[in-house]
């Protein structure tokens, strides 16, 4: 992921920029702010804009834990969204 400088983590990891776009660093509020969720350490976890976008949008979002084992499940099996 990246904070600031788009363009050198695209030529880093041989992305477009379009592909590096996805990856911005962005705040995943666990319980979203909507459900009561706030903006404590504990709540809050880095995430790709890709990610972050992704998880609750879904009809029924996964529950942090849950969510987890998602990510996970998805890793072992070798990659993780489109851009591995």
Do not use: I
């Not at 363009?7 to 666990?30: G, I, P, R």
């Not at 709540?43 to 084992?69: F, G, I």
């Amino acid at each position: 992921m990246w904070l600031e400088n788009v363009e050198a983590f695209a030529n880093d990891h041989e992305y477009t920029l379009a592909q590096a776009s996805l990856l911005k660093c962005t705040a995943e509020h666990l319980t979203p702010r909507e459900s009561g969720g706030n903006d404590t350490p504990a709540n809050v976890a880095a995430a790709c804009w890709y990610c972050n976008s992704r998880r609750h949008r879904r009809k029924q979002p996964l529950s942090p834990e849950q969510y987890r084992k998602h990510v996970v499940s998805q890793l072992h099996k070798g990659g993780w969204h489109r851009l591995h």
